[in-house]
């Protein structure tokens, strides 16, 4: 199996770089101004972001984009390479590389007419760091190179070993593996001054890598290090570092056979990804886990997972991720001695090795062309020196048919590589848009089903309160007028009183039904006071309520609503809870519910939504409001769901 060796680049840049002062969170968020805007503005933007990135990356990327904009309107060049070393971190988290790559050279322009050597060098850093990822070596290289030079040249430690960390997992690329360990360890000296922060830990996960490069592996010090970055990404909730450190315990007890181990590493790295949301993290973890099953003889299991891995590898363009999995796919189908099927993927893979190949071969060009130019003023040189005019005319005339040669033969290969890359992207682009055209025809499909729902449950319940509650009420009338009308024995009295308790209690399960179906304070006074009803009724459930509720849609309040009686009635049934909080946050541009329950919890995987209508129900809703939900769970400790919504994104639409 191919190692990983996988680091979260930019993620870290951005954490040593803004040397930020970490805040609470909602002490942020109470600065943030309601009018005027300035500079300080577009730094608390960033800073609420930095504290979003790690677990919440969409709400990080609305505020940097706030930041980036303001600065712009500003001319505030310090605040915009904030913003762009920040949010082409996103991208590049995302797989975005050619989006981070054009936002970072857009960063340099800005650092070099501010020219402020320090941001300029901290652009050729993110610079390098998306070559990197786009496997460009060489070019990647170039640009930490100068990196290097000038944090040597500053005594910037931090920085220092920051570079030695990524030179280290670069020439680890490049199969120099001594060379890997030994900026490794220097970057690992160095940053060990912190013993507490994510870098220190990156560095320990890159460096434990390399020591499995070795010949022969050095597979103690490599999980000693692993064990020791776990730890820390632990304790700071580095939900990223975890999960790469997971992915590389798998790797080393996969190479050691050892297959129960690496597979119980690969499902903790998978759980992880939800949180996430790291695409290579996906297929480092979902190939691991199926050369596992193929280890173990599971090949129908193998199979789907290699599946998956190239599925997500196509739509992400993941080009040597393609490849592995179609070895992989090719090599199940000469296990079940299906020789056509193993042809066909093994053509299917020399394809995107060809397409690897040719970005080789086009990088080479330039190269040579490069060096082609340098010969040729040698020669043209010596030519002048000696004298030689038919000579120097003789070997100009070849070096120049030999650079037409190479030029023409490079801008065929160039031509040729950009037709198959537009094909692909055009496949791909029509494809995407069937898939949204069908998710709008769901969302759509689903919003008249909630409307038509709210509407019967309106009519239904203003039918019983208005029809049969008030002929209920004019029964118990006539019921009376008889009473006192009438002459009736001591043991008709007491069955015509029992008969109108009867009565008495069947008026209020009819009005419980009807509030039920549709609650009245909800209706009359909103959200929070129909939800302070609900939760008064029921002894075991509290709520806290922050926010002004008119800044919701209607939409959103009886959504809102439903969904959260839907999950404490939930609580109660399924989980046997009995402490219910409920949480509702509203702010001007999201609305965040969270219900958290001490009930007996459940393995979230387990869960099959299509066959629970409760669960189902919420999906539907949270769907049609552009919403999303966190379901966070294990047996014996509860339960917290975390649903969040855009409103401005709804109101747009």
Known sequence: MKKSGSILLFLFI??????????????????????????NTVNLYINIGQQYQINQPQLARHYYLKAGKLS??????????????????????????????????EGLKVAEKWNNKLWIHKAYFNIGGCYNYKLQYEEALSYYLKVEKYFEEIDNKPYLGLIYDVLQVLYRKLNEYSKAVSYGEKAVNLLSGKPTSNEYADALINLSTSYM???PAQTEKALKGLNKAMQIAKRNKN????????????????????????????TQALIL???????????????????CELYCNNFHQAEKLANEVFTLASEMNFIKEQERALSMLAELELVKHNYIGYRTFLRQKDSVSNLIMNNQIVRTIKDKESIYETEKKQIEIELLKKDKKIQS????????????????????????????????????????????????????????????????????????????????????????????S????????????????????????????????MPESLIRFGLKAGLTDFCRSIDMVQLHFFGEENLLPEQFKVASFRIIQELVSNAIKHAAASEINVQVIVEPDRMNIVVHDNGKGFDPSSIDYSQTNGLNSIQMRIESLNGTMDLLSQPNQGTEIQINFTINSLKND
């Open 213 to 215: 490069k070795l010949t």
């Open 239 to 266: 939900f990223y570092l975890q999960e790469i450190a997971f992915i590389e315990f798998g790797d080393i007890y996969y190479q050691q056979c050892e297959m129960q181990n690496a597979k119980y590493f690969y």
């Open 273 to 291: 990804n939800k949180k996430t949301n790291y695409k290579k993290g996906i297929c480092f973890t979902k190939q691991g886990l199926a050369y």
């Open 486 to 517: 009438t002459i009736i024995g001591e043991k008709e009295v007491r069955v015509f009183n029992s008969a109108l308790g009867l009565l008495d209690d069947s008026v209020g399960e009819l009005r419980r039904v009807a509030h039920n179906l």
């Open 393 to 484: 005319i003789y070997i100009a005339g070849l070096i120049v048919i030999a650079l037409l040669i190479i030029f023409i033969g490079s801008i065929f290969r160039r031509n040729q590589i950009k037709m198959q890359l537009l094909i692909q992207k055009d496949a791909e682009l029509k494809a995407q848009r069937i898939i949204e055209l069908e998710n709008e025809k769901k969302l759509t499909a689903i919003q008249a089903i909630l409307v038509g729902e709210e509407k019967e449950r309106k009519r239904l319940a203003r039918d019983l309160h208005d029809g049969l509650g008030g002929m209920l009420s004019v029964v118990k009338l006539n019921f009376l007028n008889l009473k006192g």
């Open 14 to 39: 951005v954490s040593v770089i803004q040397a930020q002062t970490v805040m609470n969170l909602d002490s942020l968020l109470r600065l943030v101004p309601k009018t005027s805007q300035d500079t």
């Open 72 to 105: 712009r309107r500003l001319n505030y060049p310090l605040g915009f390479c904030r913003y762009v070393a920040n949010y082409s971190a996103i991208l590049s988290m995302e797989g975005k590389y050619d989006s981070a790559l054009v936002l970072d050279f």
